[in-house]
């Protein structure tokens, strides 16, 4: 495939390699972490380092990886010959990953671009030769491009979506803003695949797997939350077992999804809520959410304002929209170790 746009709809699955689902890559808070990850399970070794002052990638920054993921297994899905550079304007990979497109977010991408590149990651798994590890960046270079953004992915991420060792991720996943519950939602994906019977771990296996610097008892108090929600697709209970408590995770049930089709019954002349009589929450504003954390199973932020609605297409306009910056306000060149 030459170096031309890919496509970036949402139409596009969203994919992630399985290596970066199962071991602790990605700092999972968004205070920034200048601390090392240090990992050890047999054979595997990682250790994944910041550079300067801007700390390491975090779980949220490795959405612009699975981004590019996504894209060049479509590519290879319909024939086409992928490179590991890839071009994309930044207003079509915000909406690709369900982001607003506001001042706020082109900064933040930028600045996830420039961490993905500065962070150095060293490891034994996929080595050629296991004694000597292999060390890149998460991405090798970005800088400007005529048409927005180039990217280049390293060897090592690139060779694994050659090889297909890519899982299909559930669209629900963008909307998780807690990084412990998008950690958890990855691992789960990666053990429990897609098998009804799903699987279980022990939560200090959990934690050593984390890589996240949360003492043991706060750590499995977070995961005891997320557990409570669920995560997109799968049902998650805590249960002690073997002398030490222990997730237990199962695909959810299809069954228990809401119907898109008609049922052919008679609608009732008017919806009432559980909370109250007439179809009223318990909260008193429109958009209100839970407060924000690391380990929140749910998207946290405020829901954005809406005050149109189209009913010839359908369509809820937003109160807030804005255009996309011009590409020459956005963008300056990173590098790897730059």
């Given at each position: 495939?030459?170096n031309?746009?890919?496509?970036?709809?949402?139409?596009?699955?969203?994919?992630?390699?399985?290596?970066?689902m199962v071991?602790?890559?990605f700092?999972?808070?968004?205070t920034?972490?200048?601390?090392?990850?240090h990992?050890?399970q047999?054979?595997?070794?990682l250790?994944v380092e910041?550079?300067?002052?801007?700390?390491?990638?975090?779980?949220?920054?490795?959405?612009?990886?699975?981004?590019?993921?996504?894209q060049?297994?479509?590519?290879l899905?319909t024939?086409?010959t992928p490179?590991?550079?890839l071009h994309v304007?930044?207003y079509?990979l915000?909406?690709?990953l369900?982001?607003?497109?506001?001042?706020?977010d082109y900064?933040?991408l930028r600045?996830a671009f420039d961490?993905?590149?500065?962070?150095?990651?060293?490891?034994?798994?996929r080595?050629?030769?296991?004694?000597?590890p292999?060390r890149?960046?998460w991405?090798?270079r970005?800088?400007?491009?005529?048409?927005?953004?180039?990217?280049?992915?390293?060897?090592?991420l690139f060779?694994?979506?050659?090889?297909?060792?890519?899982?299909?991720?559930?669209?629900?996943?963008?909307?998780?803003?807690g990084?412990?519950?998008r950690w958890l939602y990855r691992?789960?994906?990666?053990?429990?695949?897609r098998q009804r019977?799903?699987?279980v771990i022990?939560?200090?296996?959990?934690h050593?797997?984390?890589?996240?610097?949360?003492?043991?008892?706060s750590?499995?108090?977070?995961?005891?939350?997320?557990?409570?929600?669920?995560?997109?697709g799968?049902?998650?209970?805590?249960?002690?077992?073997?002398?030490?408590d222990r997730?237990?995770?199962?695909r959810?049930r299809?069954?228990?999804?809401?119907?898109?089709?008609g049922?052919?019954?008679?609608?009732?002349d008017?919806?009432?809520s559980?909370?109250?009589g007439?179809?009223?929450?318990a909260?008193r504003?429109?958009?209100?959410?839970?407060?924000?954390?690391?380990?929140?199973?749910?998207?946290?932020?405020?829901i954005?304002?809406?005050?149109?609605?189209?009913?010839?297409s359908?369509?809820?306009?937003?109160?807030?929209?804005s255009?996309?910056l011009?590409?020459?306000?956005?963008l300056?060149?990173g590098?790897?170790?730059?």
């Open positions: 495939m030459d031309a746009v890919l496509p970036s709809g949402r139409d596009v699955a969203l994919r992630d390699v399985a290596d970066l071991w602790p890559w700092s999972l808070a968004k920034p972490r200048h601390q090392p990850i990992f050890e047999g054979a595997v070794r250790r910041p550079a300067g002052t801007l700390g390491l990638a975090t779980i949220w920054d490795a959405d612009v990886l699975i981004w590019a993921i996504s060049l297994t479509e590519a899905d024939g086409r490179t590991r550079q304007t930044p079509r915000l909406r690709f369900g982001r607003s497109t506001g001042r706020r900064a933040l600045a961490r993905l590149a500065a962070t150095r990651v060293e490891t034994t798994l080595a050629a030769d296991p004694q000597e292999v890149f960046h991405l090798e970005w800088e400007p491009s005529t048409v927005g953004v180039s990217l280049t992915l390293p060897e090592w060779t694994a979506v050659l090889e297909r060792r890519v899982l299909t991720l559930d669209p629900g996943y963008t909307a998780l803003t990084g412990m519950a691992l789960v994906r990666k053990m429990g695949g019977d799903g699987g022990g939560l200090r296996r959990l050593a797997r984390s890589g996240s610097p949360a003492r043991y008892a750590f499995a108090l977070g995961i005891r939350r997320i557990a409570a929600f669920g995560l997109p799968y049902q998650l209970s805590i249960k002690r077992g073997g002398g030490e997730l237990l995770f199962s959810a299809t069954e228990a999804n809401l119907s898109t089709e049922c052919g019954q008679a609608v009732e008017v919806g009432t559980p909370q109250d007439f179809g009223t929450t909260h504003f429109a958009g209100q959410r839970a407060p924000d954390s690391e380990s929140s199973a749910c998207p946290a932020s405020r954005q304002l809406y005050n149109f609605y189209n009913v010839h359908n369509k809820i306009l937003a109160a807030d929209s255009t996309p011009p590409v020459g306000k956005f300056r060149t590098r790897a170790g730059s």
